[in-house]
């Protein structure tokens, strides 16, 4: 199923990085490549299913690569894009957001 967008440049953006899953394996990725493996531990909660899901959407938005090695048992390495990096500015300001009022309710 494709998405469909308005002209809104707010909900295509939005769209990219559309869920909590989503932000949290950008934010990992944003300190360099990852395997699978490893952002199965550092993206706590999140089930196998929903991970795959979610890094085939990255993918397909064009925000993360993924490159597979012709190796035995399977190696599997996820990094962003140049798109995937331009990002890194907004979940910046997302952490500095959470930052500043996480205690303050």
Known sequence: MSKVYTECPVEYTASMIAN???ILILRDLLTGTKRYN?????????SAKVLTENLR???????????VYP???PKVEYSLTKKGNELKPII??????GIKYKDKK
């Not at 490893?38 to 999140?46: A, D, K, N």
């Not at 910046?92 to 957001?97: D, G, H, S, T, V």
């Open 71 to 73: 190796v035995v048992p």
């Open 57 to 67: 959407e990255l993918e397909s938005d064009g925000i993360i690569s993924r490159k």
């Open 38 to 46: 490893e952002l199965t531990r550092s993206v706590v909660g999140i």
């Open 92 to 97: 910046n300001l997302m952490k500095e957001f």
């Open 20 to 22: 909590k899953w989503k």
